[in-house]
């Protein structure tokens, strides 16, 4: 029998919608908590694996990727069969990706799981959305529910390096993956009890082709910026995989222009307001990611901390966040929204400033310092931005504009593993390929620029200062790949400063602020 939300939404009172509002902060927890928990099994999995160095990176972003690229997908197939039934099942099958991620026997195996935990997670964050909507008719009420539901992403993110670490004291590194096993079997144990099923009279028709045309046009454009990170002779595959992008990304605009009912309200983006917003959403995703990458590496493979002591040090840049976003509905009693976003950004850029010019002599407190910084400035963007976006169109339109917001925080992060990634290991394999000792070649010398993992292997099996002189510049050069990362994200972030004036700017013209 089919279900509506009008059979289906009773308003509720007392302790229940509270109780469900529990269960849907696991799901929630979750996604944000699986993107960050692998940073720090990375060395781990790279060396027990053998994964190269495109290979770490598709293993880091295939999740993120899969997220950005199918979330306003699985909103609309969670329209057509009840938004609990797509929770409930997204739940099971993320439980079950992260059972064969954490038994992964090859680099590309690992890679399949990650990119169907992606799928799965996609369904996650707008079922939970929809559900807390559903069930919170009183507009307060709602409002601190979806505050609680925001505020649980910030939580997951800084509670997955520290984890992650926990279970890398004790256990191989597919333990990370397990966290989700628990958390599934209690919201599909407790969900069909407190959740109530939810789907719209009018559901939209699900495009399949649009989806398919959309993963064409992201995927391969990633790949090929990847493949020019690495250098010897790559550039004809590159530019083949960034011309197959571009082709199927083109034929899917096209298509959202022409369709009645498009996955991407794409006519959104002729309001100029509404791009700028946008636009710095997803950027301030991707420094915050790629930064959040390079940096727990580097504790690792560079200062030598365990992942628990790297996980300890990280995160404060978590917590930080965490409180810039909490802080920023009592700040904007004091100040304007416009002080307090385009402050943070500058603030976040002085952050990223102070990771420019880390050489790894004075231990991880500069890094601890630059990251902490860099979270607070940007829990204001982070805090507003969504209600920016949403504001910036006419209130018909929320809806689309609200899950391109979603979708913008995704792919910006999953970008910014793929693009400052990428910066990251191009400096490290330019500078350490400078500094390979004589004699070594081959498979050995790729090895080494690939990672600072593989330099340390080889380093095993040189004498003692052709050891010492390898891995003191294969150190140096990450360090470098960290300087690069840190001052493409300042530049980022004054950026970041300069488009949100833009638009606060336009918006009091026509009385938006």
Not at 185 to 190: E, F, H, P, R, T
């Amino acid at each position: 029998m089919s279900v509506t939300a009008a059979e289906t939404s009773p308003t509720h009172t007392g302790a229940r919608p509270w109780s469900a509002l529990a269960v849907l902060a696991l799901p929630t927890l979750l996604v944000a908590l699986d993107a960050n928990v692998l940073f720090l099994a990375l060395p781990r999995l790279t060396a027990d694996l053998g994964a190269s160095n495109v290979q770490q990176l598709w293993v880091t972003d295939a999740y993120g990727f899969m997220v950005a690229g199918l979330v306003i997908t699985m909103g609309t197939l969670g329209d057509r069969i009840g938004r609990r039934r797509l929770l409930m099942a997204g739940m099971a099958v993320f439980a079950l990706a992260s059972l064969v991620c954490a038994w992964a026997t090859s680099p590309l195996m690992l890679i399949a799981a990650r990119g169907a935990q992606g799928i799965a997670g996609a369904t996650l964050m707008p079922s939970t959305l929809a559900l807390i909507t559903n069930i919170f008719r009183d507009d307060k009420q709602r409002g601190k529910a979806i505050s609680i539901w925001a505020t649980c992403t910030f939580t997951g993110a800084a509670l997955g390096p520290v984890l992650g670490g926990l279970l890398l004291v004790k256990f191989w590194w597919g333990a990370v993956f397990l966290l989700a096993v628990p958390v599934a079997l209690v919201v599909l144990i407790a969900g069909p009890v407190l959740l109530p099923e939810f789907r719209p009279e009018q559901a939209r028709r699900l495009d399949l082709t649009s989806v398919v045309l959309s993963l064409l046009g992201i995927l391969p454009v990633v790949f090929a910026v990847k493949v020019l990170s690495l250098g010897n002779g790559n550039a004809m595959t590159a530019g083949v995989a960034l011309v197959v992008g571009l082709v199927f990304g083109t034929l899917f605009v096209r298509r959202q222009l022409r369709v009645q009912d498009p996955l991407l309200d794409l006519r959104l983006f002729a309001n100029s307001s509404f791009t700028l917003i946008l636009s710095a959403l997803a950027l301030a995703g991707m420094v915050l990611a790629g930064t959040g990458l390079t940096v727990t590496q580097l504790l690792q493979t560079v200062l030598g901390h365990s992942p628990l002591a790297s996980a300890l040090w990280f995160m404060p840049m978590g917590l930080f966040m965490a409180v810039g976003t909490m802080s920023t509905p009592a700040l904007i009693n004091v100040i304007k929204p416009r002080t307090a976003i385009i402050g943070g950004m500058f603030l976040s850029a002085l952050g990223a400033a102070v990771l420019i010019v880390v050489n790894g002599d004075h231990g991880a407190w500069p890094i601890v310092l630059g990251t902490a910084i860099i979270g607070v400035g940007a829990g204001p963007m982070f805090a507003l931005g969504t209600g920016l976006v949403i504001n910036s169109v006419p209130p018909e339109r929320a809806g689309s504009a609200a899950s391109m917001a979603e979708t913008a925080n995704y792919l910006g992060g999953a970008l910014g593993l793929a693009v400052l990634g990428t910066i990251s290991s191009a400096v490290y394999s330019h500078l350490v390929d400078g500094a390979l000792p004589s004699g070594l070649g081959g498979a050995a010398a790729e090895r080494v620029r690939e990672t600072v993992a593989g330099a340390a292997a080889e380093s095993a099996h040189l004498g003692v200062e052709a050891s010492a002189a390898l891995l003191k510049a294969a150190h140096s050069a990450f360090l470098n790949g960290l300087n690069a990362v840190a001052a493409v994200s300042t530049a980022v972030f004054v950026l970041l400063a300069v488009l949100t004036g833009v638009y606060f700017q336009r918006a009091g013209r026509t009385g938006g602020e």
